[in-house]
């Protein structure tokens, strides 16, 4: 017997709900993922670093050249590397443990106006990340000991793309681990797309508000 | 690419009359023309310089580690550049690199370095070798005698450092040494002018009854990269002056030859009417080529059969004679080399007073060992082989044929002295004419890529010549030495490059493929002892350093880093017996320091990692400036501090 068009109608919202918990879920692991992978790289090149140093930033810290770069950093008074964000680096597993699993919580939870709420969150992540580092950035450029042997006027120095320090042409782009995060976030933003379509037909459309009345999968028909 | 275009280029000079030829650009090729006609170079000299000439950032493919002579120390030599890369002091005190000046080094060169309870500061070095792993040099270490002091050093090739110096307690010169057995399990030296064992007084009219040589078998640890003295041994040998050595390897493994030059056992004059050594000791028409059979030493070592001489277990001669671990076969007189083949078939010696290189055939002299087929035995027993029975043959190289380097093909190359010329020639087919390549000038040793190896690589071989007389700027009456750069993968031997080696005399080197080297760039974890190859219990950290005083005992717990000394004020009392603990906090590549403390004749050299420790009385009252002694950055003068030794009673 030939499915009737409601019938039709149910088994590609089921289908579409479970593409949206299959997308947050990869979302999650992939904003979960970046915790263990580097975030952002810094290069710096000299003369007498013919390799280039590297600055290699993960959420729980800095790695590569990073006594050599606060070796040199000292002569122009700035913070040792180590000093940096150190309630961030202590609390980046729960940030990001906490962000993946708000994702998939909220998938299940979320009513039809906060759908979008799970792609906000893992959007944070990212974008926390770059204001952070920015600030973080700018305090190491502003904040020099003024009894270095090198004065400089403060700097910023460059978070994206090539920048100069006195004989250091610098490079920095965005790593593996940020570039996972961003996947998350966009797979979030399918399956909040993906979410909406399925809410719009959903027979509770009328009922639902901030929570889900039958979290996303246990469908009332 | 230079080779070809160069060759395209005299391709096209020789055209340039001709209508169709292009015109000679106005670049490279117009001015290595006027270049060549200016400075006198021939088309030979220009491709001698495109084989040699290595651009900057360009590395080389070899590394000849050359002995230093009576420098006493070791020049590692880039080839086919003939730069010279380094200097490595092994037997006396060298500033830059801080051996020998305060630091830990110090334990090494005087206290080590003792011979008999006596201070010795200089060594006369000359035959190093490096270490082997199946016949094949591995990279790891270096072993290097003192023929002076009979001396052993180990430098370890992951920092180019002399770690270790042993004193041979058996005998009063060495010559034949430091040579090692293919998987370095010995480190063999040998003696070269006898005298009674053990630093012991005979007069010379006992020579022959008292006066001994001794080969002694080093025990190498390769595991803490250090010689295990508590379990080498030695076989006692007769008289007759010692000379090179080599160890047998692959079908050979297990035995060692060594030629020597006085069967006549001359002591010189004694004071009477006899000859001079140099006439006594070339009496003879032959003279003994040892050959030890070390595993069968081996066997008797482990059932006890030694004498303990001076704290070393030593095979008697008689026991030696009895159980043929020593057996004899007569070479022609004053023998010189002694170099076994890469197939380890045949052992190869020249003669400094004859004109043949001689070609022992191993598997010969075993059967006839096996076989107890001897001629004779001579004064102290010991079984003589037949020569004819002994040999493949003898060719004919020139006058004075001293020592044998082989290539991959087939050829082995040899030094001949007073011919000054390399001679090439087929140790497998002994009747294939020869080929002599004049050499300047009295070429001594000779050395070739991995040629002491089982599979040398050819391509380069080296002369290490006596004297160079007019081949540099005079800068005498003391000339320096000369090495020359000889090609020999073409089908005639060019020589390509002259190097003048301008501190010691050098003898032996060896030339091993570069990427063989495993060499650090830093000492890691910062404070790693590099006499322990661990961290010190006195190393400090960044913020932990301090200044700890216990009555007349002051130390200093100092970091190192650019550009400051972590404290950089010490204040002590004249009479304090301090001590330094330095720590370099650097890990990057090249970024040594140095400490060096005005008047007090310290200087330590500080390279990424490394821990110092330099312990000294503060006998002298007043202020003495410390300073970094490597320009280490753009404040290194200002990297120094202050050494305040208060007067007494002030």
Same mark, same amino acid.
């Given at each position: 017997?030939k499915?009737?068009?409601?019938?039709?109608m149910?088994t590609?919202?089921?289908?579409?709900?479970?593409?949206?918990?299959?997308?947050?879920?990869?979302?999650?692991?992939?904003?979960g993922?970046?915790?263990f992978l580097?975030?952002?790289?810094?290069?710096?090149?000299?003369?007498? =670093?013919?390799?280039?140093?590297?600055?290699?930033?993960?959420?729980?810290?800095?790695?590569?050249d990073?006594?050599?770069?606060?070796?040199?950093?000292h002569y122009?008074?700035?913070?040792?590397?180590a000093?940096?964000a150190l309630?961030?680096?202590?609390?980046?597993?729960?940030i990001v443990g906490?962000t993946?699993?708000a994702?998939?919580?909220?998938?299940?939870?979320?009513g039809?106006?906060?759908?979008?709420l799970g792609?906000?969150?893992g959007?944070g992540?990212?974008?926390?990340?770059?204001?952070?580092?920015t =600030?973080?950035? =700018?305090?190491?450029?502003?904040?020099?000991?003024?009894?270095?042997p090198?004065t400089?006027?403060?700097?910023m120095?460059?978070?994206?793309?090539?920048?100069?320090?006195?004989?250091?042409?610098?490079?920095?782009w965005?790593?593996?681990?940020?570039?996972?995060?961003?996947?998350g976030?966009?797979?979030l933003?399918?399956?909040?797309?993906?979410?909406?379509?399925v809410?719009?037909?959903c027979?509770?459309?009328?009922?639902?508000?901030?929570?889900?009345?039958?979290r996303?999968?246990g469908?009332?028909? | 690419?230079?080779?070809?275009?160069?060759?395209l280029?005299?391709?096209?000079?020789?055209?340039?009359?001709?209508p169709?030829?292009?015109?000679?650009?106005a670049g490279t090729?117009?001015?290595?023309?006027?270049i060549?006609?200016?400075r006198?170079?021939?088309?030979?000299?220009v491709?001698?310089?495109?084989?040699?000439?290595?651009?900057?950032?360009?590395?080389?493919?070899?590394?000849?580690?050359?002995?230093?002579?009576?420098?006493?120390?070791?020049?590692?030599?880039?080839?086919?550049?003939?730069?010279?890369?380094?200097?490595?002091?092994?037997?006396?005190?060298?500033p830059?690199?801080?051996?020998?000046y305060?630091?830990?080094?110090?334990?090494?060169?005087?206290?080590?370095?003792?011979?008999?309870?006596?201070e010795?500061? /200089?060594?006369?070095?000359?035959?190093?070798?490096?270490?082997?792993?199946?016949?094949?040099?591995?990279?790891?270490?270096? +072993?290097?005698?003192?023929?002076?002091?009979?001396r052993?050093?180990v430098?370890?090739?992951?920092?180019?450092?002399?770690?270790?110096?042993?004193?041979?307690?058996?005998v009063?010169?060495?010559?034949?040494?430091a040579?090692?057995?293919?998987n370095?399990?010995?480190?063999?030296?040998?003696?070269?002018?006898?005298?009674?064992?053990?630093?012991?007084?005979?007069?010379?009219?006992?020579?022959?009854?008292e006066?001994r040589?001794?080969?002694?078998?080093?025990? +190498?640890?390769?595991?803490?990269?250090?010689?295990?003295?508590?379990?080498?041994?030695?076989?006692?040998?007769?008289?007759?002056?010692?000379?090179?050595a080599?160890?047998?390897?692959?079908?050979?493994?297990?035995?060692?030859?060594?030629?020597? /030059?006085?069967?006549?056992?001359?002591?010189?004059?004694?004071?009477?009417d006899?000859?001079?050594?140099e006439?006594?000791?070339?009496?003879?028409?032959?003279?003994?080529?040892?050959v030890?059979?070390?595993?069968?030493?081996?066997?008797?070592?482990?059932?006890?059969?030694t004498?303990?001489?001076?704290?070393?277990?030593?095979?008697?001669?008689?026991?030696a004679a009895?159980?043929h671990?020593?057996?004899?076969?007569?070479e022609?007189?004053s023998?010189?080399?002694?170099?076994?083949?890469?197939?380890?078939?045949a052992?190869?010696?020249?003669?400094k007073?004859?004109?043949?290189?001689?070609i022992?055939?191993?598997a010969?002299?075993?059967?006839?060992?096996a076989?107890?087929?001897?001629?004779?035995?001579?004064?102290?027993?010991?079984?003589?082989?037949?020569?004819?029975?002994?040999?493949?043959?003898?060719?004919?190289?020139?006058?004075g044929?001293?020592?044998?380097v082989y290539?991959?093909?087939?050829?082995a190359?040899?030094?001949v002295?007073l011919?000054?010329?390399?001679?090439k020639?087929?140790?497998?087919?002994?009747?294939?004419?020869i080929?002599?390549?004049g050499?300047?000038y009295?070429?001594?040793?000779?050395?070739?890529?991995e040629?002491?190896?089982?599979?040398p690589?050819?391509k380069?071989?080296?002369?290490?010549?006596?004297m160079?007389?007019?081949?540099?700027?005079?800068?005498g009456?003391?000339?320096?030495?000369s090495?020359?750069l000889?090609?020999?993968?073409?089908?005639?031997?060019?020589?390509?490059?002259?190097?003048?080696?301008?501190l010691?005399?050098p003898?032996?080197?060896?030339?091993?493929?570069?990427?063989?080297l495993?060499?650090?760039?830093a000492?890691?974890?910062?404070?790693t002892?590099?006499?322990?190859?661990t961290?010190?219990?006195?190393?400090?950290?960044?913020?932990?350093?301090?200044?700890?005083?216990?009555?007349?005992?002051v130390?200093?717990?100092?970091?190192?880093?650019?550009?400051?000394?972590?404290?950089?004020n010490?204040?002590v009392?004249?009479?304090?017996?301090v001590?330094?603990h330095?720590t370099?906090m650097?890990?990057?590549?090249?970024?040594?320091?140095?400490?060096?403390?005005?008047?007090?004749?310290?200087?330590?050299?500080?390279?990424?990692g490394?821990?110092?420790?330099?312990? +000294?009385?503060?006998?002298?009252?007043?202020? +003495?400036?410390?300073?970094?002694?490597?320009?280490?950055?753009?404040l290194?003068?200002?990297m120094?501090?202050?050494?305040l030794?208060?007067p007494?009673?002030?």
């Amino acid at each position: 017997m030939k499915p009737t068009p409601v019938q039709l109608m149910r088994t590609w919202e089921v289908k579409r709900r479970r593409v949206v918990v299959a997308l947050s879920v990869m979302a999650a692991a992939c904003l979960g993922g970046s915790w263990f992978l580097p975030w952002w790289t810094f290069r710096l090149f000299a003369p007498q =670093y013919p390799k280039g140093l590297s600055l290699v930033i993960h959420l729980t810290g800095v790695q590569g050249d990073v006594a050599e770069i606060d070796t040199i950093n000292h002569y122009i008074g700035m913070h040792s590397l180590a000093d940096s964000a150190l309630l961030e680096r202590a609390a980046s597993h729960w940030i990001v443990g906490l962000t993946a699993a708000a994702v998939v919580v909220l998938t299940f939870l979320a009513g039809r106006k906060l759908g979008w709420l799970g792609m906000v969150i893992g959007l944070g992540l990212p974008l926390g990340f770059v204001i952070d580092t920015t =600030y973080w950035m =700018y305090k190491s450029g502003h904040d020099l000991d003024d009894r270095a042997p090198i004065t400089l006027k403060p700097f910023m120095p460059t978070v994206i793309g090539d920048g100069k320090v006195g004989q250091f042409l610098t490079e920095a782009w965005p790593a593996v681990g940020f570039w996972l995060a961003v996947t998350g976030v966009v797979l979030l933003a399918i399956a909040t797309w993906q979410r909406a379509r399925v809410c719009r037909v959903c027979p509770t459309h009328d009922e639902c508000g901030t929570t889900c009345p039958h979290r996303l999968l246990g469908h009332p028909s | 690419m230079l080779v070809p275009s160069l060759l395209l280029f005299f391709a096209s000079c020789q055209n340039a009359g001709a209508p169709t030829a292009p015109a000679p650009t106005a670049g490279t090729g117009g001015g290595l023309a006027s270049i060549m006609a200016e400075r006198g170079l021939s088309e030979a000299d220009v491709l001698a310089a495109a084989k040699t000439y290595t651009p900057t950032g360009k590395l080389d493919d070899y590394v000849i580690f050359g002995s230093g002579g009576h420098g006493g120390n070791i020049v590692v030599i880039g080839v086919p550049s003939m730069r010279i890369l380094k200097y490595i002091s092994v037997f006396g005190p060298e500033p830059w690199q801080g051996y020998g000046y305060g630091g830990l080094g110090d334990d090494v060169l005087y206290e080590q370095g003792k011979q008999g309870g006596k201070e010795i500061t /200089w060594g006369d070095v000359h035959h190093p070798n490096l270490s082997e792993t199946g016949g094949e040099y591995d990279g790891n270490f270096l +072993f290097l005698n003192d023929k002076a002091n009979a001396r052993v050093a180990v430098i370890d090739l992951k920092d180019f450092m002399t770690k270790q110096i042993v004193a041979n307690p058996l005998v009063m010169s060495d010559h034949g040494g430091a040579f090692v057995t293919p998987n370095t399990d010995y480190v063999v030296e040998t003696s070269q002018y006898a005298a009674p064992l053990g630093g012991k007084f005979a007069t010379l009219d006992k020579y022959e009854t008292e006066y001994r040589g001794a080969a002694v078998f080093w025990k +190498f640890d390769k595991v803490k990269g250090r010689i295990d003295q508590e379990n080498s041994w030695a076989i006692e040998l007769p008289p007759y002056a010692q000379d090179l050595a080599d160890a047998g390897k692959l079908v050979s493994d297990g035995y060692v030859f060594i030629n020597s /030059w006085n069967s006549e056992m001359s002591a010189g004059t004694e004071g009477k009417d006899k000859p001079f050594t140099e006439s006594g000791a070339s009496q003879n028409d032959m003279d003994y080529l040892h050959v030890i059979d070390w595993k069968k030493a081996e066997t008797l070592v482990a059932a006890g059969k030694t004498t303990t001489i001076n704290g070393i277990r030593v095979i008697s001669l008689a026991d030696a004679a009895a159980e043929h671990v020593l057996t004899f076969v007569g070479e022609p007189k004053s023998p010189h080399g002694c170099d076994v083949t890469p197939d380890g078939t045949a052992v190869v010696v020249g003669g400094k007073l004859d004109t043949h290189a001689t070609i022992y055939d191993i598997a010969k002299m075993q059967d006839l060992i096996a076989k107890g087929t001897f001629t004779g035995k001579d004064k102290f027993g010991v079984d003589i082989m037949d020569f004819q029975a002994s040999i493949r043959g003898q060719k004919e190289l020139g006058l004075g044929p001293l020592h044998t380097v082989y290539d991959e093909k087939g050829f082995a190359y040899t030094s001949v002295f007073l011919d000054s010329t390399v001679v090439k020639w087929n140790w497998k087919n002994l009747e294939e004419p020869i080929e002599a390549l004049g050499v300047q000038y009295n070429i001594g040793h000779i050395t070739a890529a991995e040629g002491d190896t089982i599979s040398p690589d050819g391509k380069y071989v080296v002369a290490m010549n006596k004297m160079s007389q007019d081949r540099y700027v005079n800068v005498g009456p003391l000339l320096p030495q000369s090495f020359q750069l000889i090609d020999i993968s073409g089908p005639t031997m060019k020589v390509i490059y002259d190097m003048p080696i301008p501190l010691g005399e050098p003898h032996y080197s060896q030339m091993m493929k570069a990427d063989k080297l495993h060499t650090i760039t830093a000492y890691t974890p910062a404070g790693t002892n590099p006499y322990t190859d661990t961290k010190s219990e006195f190393a400090v950290a960044s913020g932990e350093e301090k200044i700890v005083r216990n009555g007349k005992k002051v130390d200093v717990y100092m970091s190192v880093i650019r550009s400051h000394f972590t404290p950089d004020n010490i204040e002590v009392n004249e009479g304090d017996e301090v001590t330094l603990h330095l720590t370099s906090m650097e890990q990057a590549l090249d970024q040594t320091h140095g400490f060096a403390i005005d008047m007090y004749n310290v200087n330590v050299s500080m390279e990424p990692g490394k821990y110092e420790e330099i312990t +000294f009385v503060a006998d002298r009252a007043g202020v +003495f400036p410390f300073y970094c002694t490597e320009f280490c950055s753009a404040l290194h003068l200002e990297m120094m501090g202050y050494l305040l030794v208060k007067p007494n009673g002030a």
